[in-house]
């Protein structure tokens, strides 16, 4: 009698390439990180504004512009990945290259932020204890933007495998990460500018 060799097939949709769980666990991390923050700064305003030990203040509109910087640019890398799916490679490089100098726009305005802060006196290290929530707003917006700072780097990444032709329609696989990455940040940055600016 012979031997039937039996031939196991793999679900497809059971396959996911571990560097893309890493990153969703990276990101399920991260969120609950910013929960943490978030919900110290509600639990701790109530308690300081009976004090008399909380100053509320406008955040500077450079973090506004920077929200509408990171639309522009979630939408580029999305057409970036697009196009690198369509194996429409030169476009693919281009949007690469465009969401870099928007992701570096991002950076800049930040940093004007940051500097208005300081111009009124609302520094991380504080001389007066009614300036608390301004430490908070520096803890999110910096945390963030390191995030940031781990997204420029996967697109400078992106942007070399896309010269070298590395990324295509076949192997998607570090453009889809990317992309994912960048909406992320994203994403979070939109909620945590909401939250800065209802809860000031």
Known sequence: MANKSV???KDPALMIAPSKLN???FMLASCMLFAAFVSAYIVARPDAEAKQL???FDLPVYFFYSLLISILSSVSIQMATVAA???ELSRNKVLIAVTLVLSVLFC???YLGWSRLVMQDLTFVNSRPEHISASY????TV???IHILGGIVLLVIAQVKSLRLEIHKKQITFMSITNTYWHFVGLLWFILYLFLYFAR
Do not use: E
């Open 7 to 9: 031939k196991k097939v």
């Open 23 to 25: 990153l969703w666990l």
């Open 54 to 56: 909380w100053t509320s």
């Open 85 to 87: 799916k369509k194996d």
């Open 108 to 110: 800049y305005s930040q």
């Open 137 to 140: 707003v520096w803890v999110i």
């Open 143 to 145: 945390l963030h933007f």
